[in-house]
Structures are given as structure tokens and as C-alpha cells.
């Protein structure tokens, strides 16, 4: 019993590897796909970027987005919420391959929910987002949400990060998946 007992860290080890092993593919590689969006970007500063590699915070495949309340006041450059939407919303995650375009139509709007004088500010931006299918649907977003992406360039591609309250317009056009192999 005692040599049993010897042996089960070592067999312990052993399986572990081969897990691993399996995982990767058996010759040391990852295979992933990765999907590349590519699109165009134009700013309200009035600049026009050809694009690819889009994420939004961090991520390429959907955008987390709350529930937007019906009744807004368009003229008002702050709009006080009740309610947090991070919490006590909706919340969609919408599919990047389902998205024709994201615009940002009040930039300078704010809306904010604050429980108390004395704690945070959370604030929010207003989105537009138009399916491949022609819906409109209006969301708010988190101020400090980015865009990451590299703008297409004859000497080669240059990172940008773009914070959402800039964007007039990002167009998704298409998106191509690729192998993704990692040693």
C-alpha cells in the first residue's frame, strides 16, 4: 500500500502532461481561429481611417451594451439616471458579424447615474448600432469604453486607440477568420 501511495504524485504528473499535451494539438502548437474585422472608422473631428483588427475593449467578437430608457431629453448635455444600467438594466452582448455600423450621435451628451453626492459618477454614452439587417437599436455604453485598431497604411499598420465618444461612425464591411498557430 505504501508503494502506491509512492508512485500516484508521479502518475499525477504524468497524466497531467499528457492533458496538456492533447490540448495543444499533440506537436506543440495551438490551432486557433481568430477572426480579423476590418471596416472603416470616421472620426467627429471629420477624419476617415480604413481599418482592421477591430476590438472593443479587448474583445472582437460581441460589444456589452445596456438597455437605453424611452424617454430622453436630446438637448441636455447631462442626463441624471435613477437607476444603475450596469446593474439594473439589460444588458445585450452584441455579435460583431451581426453589426453594420456603431455611430455615436450626441458625443457630448452624458448620462449619469450617481447613488449619492459623495460616490462615483457612473457615465454612459449613447450608441446607435445598425444590423446587417437594416434594425436600428439605440444602447448606452460606458464612457471610458475604447476602440482598438490598426489603421490601414502602404509602410504598414498603425495602432490606434480610439475612445467612443470620438467615433462618428465605425462600418464594419466584413471580417476574414485565420489560423492562429502559437508555439
Given amino acids: ?17 499528457i492533458s496538456i499535451d492533447a490540448t495543444v494539438g499533440g506537436n506543440g ?10 471596416g472603416t472608422l470616421t472620426t467627429h473631428a471629420g477624419n476617415t481611417f480604413s481599418i ?3 476590438t472593443i475593449e479587448g474583445r472582437n467578437t460581441k460589444i456589452k451594451v445596456y438597455e437605453k430608457p424611452a424617454a ?3 438637448t441636455n448635455h447631462e442626463i441624471h439616471l435613477s437607476y444603475n444600467p450596469e446593474t439594473e438594466s439589460v444588458v445585450s452582448n452584441v455579435e460583431f458579424s451581426e453589426i453594420k455600423t456603431i455611430s455615436v450621435p450626441r458625443p457630448k451628451q ?6 449619492g453626492s459623495r460616490n462615483r459618477k457612473h457615465k454612459f454614452l449613447e450608441i446607435e448600432i445598425v444590423s446587417n439587417s437594416g434594425t436600428t437599436r ?10 482598438r485598431c490598426n489603421e490601414i497604411d502602404d509602410a504598414g499598420p498603425i495602432e490606434k486607440e480610439v475612445p467612443m465618444a470620438a467615433i462618428k ?4 464591411e ?10
Fill in 169 to 172: 461612425t465605425l462600418t464594419i
Fill in 138 to 147: 439605440n444602447y448606452l455604453t460606458k464612457k471610458s469604453t475604447s476602440i
Fill in 29 to 38: 502548437s495551438r490551432s486557433a481561429k481568430k477572426m480579423n474585422f476590418y
Fill in 110 to 115: 452624458r448620462w449619469i447615474f450617481q447613488k
Fill in 72 to 74: 430622453t431629453d436630446k
Fill in 174 to 183: 466584413g471580417y476574414e477568420i485565420t489560423e492562429n498557430n502559437k508555439k
Fill in 1 to 17: 500500500m505504501k508503494t502506491v501511495f509512492t508512485y500516484l504524485p508521479i502518475l499525477t504528473l504524468i497524466m497531467l502532461f
Fill in 52 to 54: 482592421d483588427h477591430i
